[in-house]
C-alpha cells in the first residue's frame, strides 16, 4: 500500500492506495454527454506510462526518431508534450486539496483538464493534479509525477493473486449496459448500449489483431467474439479462405491446437502482464484483453429457451420482458484502436499504415 505525499510540504494527499494496472479505456472519449462512471476502482491507483494533456506539439514539429523513441511509429495529430508517469486514482480517494476555480478548462458539464492541473495542496498551495469528471470522459484524478511522490505504508505488501485464482473469483464484464444521459425533451435520462469498456477493449485488441494478421484473413471464434471482432476483421483484411485462426487461450482454457499463432489472452488486472503459455511458440502472438472481458468470452452460452411447465427453471431465457440489447452491430472505439495502432511496429507496414491513413480519413466509419 502506498500513500501519496505533496512533494513541496509532505502532507497527505490520499487514501492507502493499493497498484493496480491502468484500465485500457483510460483514454476514452465515448459519446456525446454520456455520464460515465468512475474510472478506477476506490483503494487502488495505476500509473499511466505516456504524457496526458496539454501542452501539445504538431506531427509536423517531431522529428520522426523521436516520435519512435517515445513508442509512436505513425502520424497523428498531435502529441502531448506533458510529464509522463502520472498516477490515475479514484476522485473520492484525493484529501487534502481544493479545486483551483480558474482552471475549470473549456470543459461542457464538468472539468476536462484542458488548462492543467486544477487541484492545489491545501497545506502549500502547490498544484499537484488535474480532476476529470466532464461528461462522455471517465471520472478520475491524475496526480503529477513532478510534484507529487508516493510512501509505502502498513508493512508488507500482498503478492498479486495466481491466475488460478483470478479464474475462479475474478468477474466477468457484461458486453451491454444503460448508459446514463443528463436527459431529454422526453424525459429519458439512459438509454441501453454496448458496453464502453467493451468498445474500449476490442479496439485495443482489434489493433493487435491486424498486427498479427500479416495482412492475411483472420478467423475468431464463434459465438460473442465473432459479433465484436469478425466484422471488422472482414472489412479491412483481404477476402478468401482465413489463413490465419485466433482462439481463446488462458488459465484452466485447454491447450491450442499447434498450428495457431494468434492467442486471445487476459491481462492480470493487478501486474498488466499477458497470460503466457507454458510453451509458447516464436510465432505466437499474444492479443491482449482485459480479464472480466476475456471471462464472458470463455463462459459457456446461455442456453437457448426451451418449453417448461411449472416455475421456469433458473437457467432458462425469458421472454418477457425481452432481454435488452442493443440495436446497431458492435463497433469498437475509434480512439483506443488508433492509439494502439500507432505504438505497435507493426504500423510501419505499407497495408496496415492504409488501413490507418483510412481510419483518419472518415473511412471504414461503420466499423467504430
Known amino acids: 500500500m502506498f ?6 510540504c509532505g502532507a497527505e494527499l490520499t487514501t492507502p492506495l493499493s497498484q493496480v494496472s491502468l484500465p485500457v479505456h483510460a483514454r476514452q472519449k465515448y459519446g456525446n454527454g454520456a455520464q460515465l462512471p468512475v474510472l478506477m476502482r476506490s483503494g487502488t491507483f495505476a500509473v499511466d506510462p505516456d504524457p496526458w494533456g496539454g501542452p501539445w506539439r504538431m506531427w509536423d514539429e517531431i522529428d520522426p526518431g523521436e516520435a519512435e523513441a517515445r513508442g509512436i511509429y505513425a502520424p497523428v495529430y498531435a502529441l502531448s508534450d506533458s510529464t509522463p508517469g502520472a498516477s490515475v486514482i479514484a476522485p473520492g480517494d484525493i484529501r487534502g486539496t481544493r479545486l483551483i476555480p480558474e482552471k475549470h478548462g473549456g470543459a ?6 484542458a488548462d492543467g492541473p486544477n487541484m492545489a495542496c491545501k497545506a502549500c498551495d502547490l498544484p499537484v493534479a488535474t480532476r476529470v469528471d466532464d461528461c462522455s470522459l471517465w471520472q478520475a484524478v491524475r496526480l503529477s509525477s513532478e510534484v ?13 493473486l495466481s491466475w488460478v485464482e ?8 457484461p458486453p451491454f449496459e444503460p448508459i446514463a444521459t443528463w436527459g431529454g425533451r422526453l424525459g429519458s435520462n439512459h438509454y441501453w448500449s454496448w458496453s464502453p469498456q467493451w468498445e474500449a477493449a476490442v479496439g485495443h485488441a482489434l489493433a493487435h489483431l491486424l498486427a498479427a494478421s500479416h495482412g492475411q484473413p483472420v478467423k475468431v471464434p464463434d459465438g460473442l467474439a465473432a459479433d465484436v471482432f469478425q466484422r471488422a476483421l472482414d472489412a479491412l483484411l483481404p477476402t478468401g479462405t482465413p489463413k490465419r485462426r485466433a ?12 498450428g495457431v499463432d494468434i492467442l486471445l489472452v487476459p491481462v492480470h488486472p493487478q501486474t498488466g502482464q499477458a497470460w503466457t503459455p507454458a510453451s509458447p511458440t516464436a510465432s505466437t502472438y499474444l492479443v491482449p484483453l482485459p480479464l472480466g472481458v476475456w471471462l464472458r468470452l470463455v463462459s459457456p452460452q446461455p442456453h437457448l429457451p426451451v418449453p417448461a411447465s411449472g416455475r421456469i427453471p433458473q437457467d432458462v431465457l425469458r421472454d418477457d420482458p425481452l432481454p435488452l440489447l442493443p440495436n446497431y452491430p458492435f463497433r469498437a ?4 484502436f488508433q492509439h494502439t495502432l500507432v505504438r505497435l511496429p507493426a504500423v510501419r507496414s505499407p497495408w496496415l499504415r492504409t488501413i490507418l491513413e483510412n481510419l483518419t480519413h472518415g473511412a471504414s466509419a461503420d466499423l467504430f
Do not use: I, N, W
Not at 148 to 160: I, L, N
Open 333 to 336: 472505439d475509434r480512439g483506443t
Open 247 to 258: 482462439v481463446l487461450a488462458g488459465p484452466g482454457r485447454p491447450s491450442s491446437d499447434s
Open 148 to 160: 507529487v511522490h508516493r510512501v509505502p505504508v502498513g508493512g508488507t505488501h500482498a503478492a498479486p
Open 166 to 173: 483470478l479464474a475462479e473469483k475474478g468477474e466477468e464484464m
Open 3 to 8: 500513500v501519496f505525499v505533496c512533494a513541496g
Open 108 to 113: 461542457c458539464c464538468g472539468l476536462d483538464g
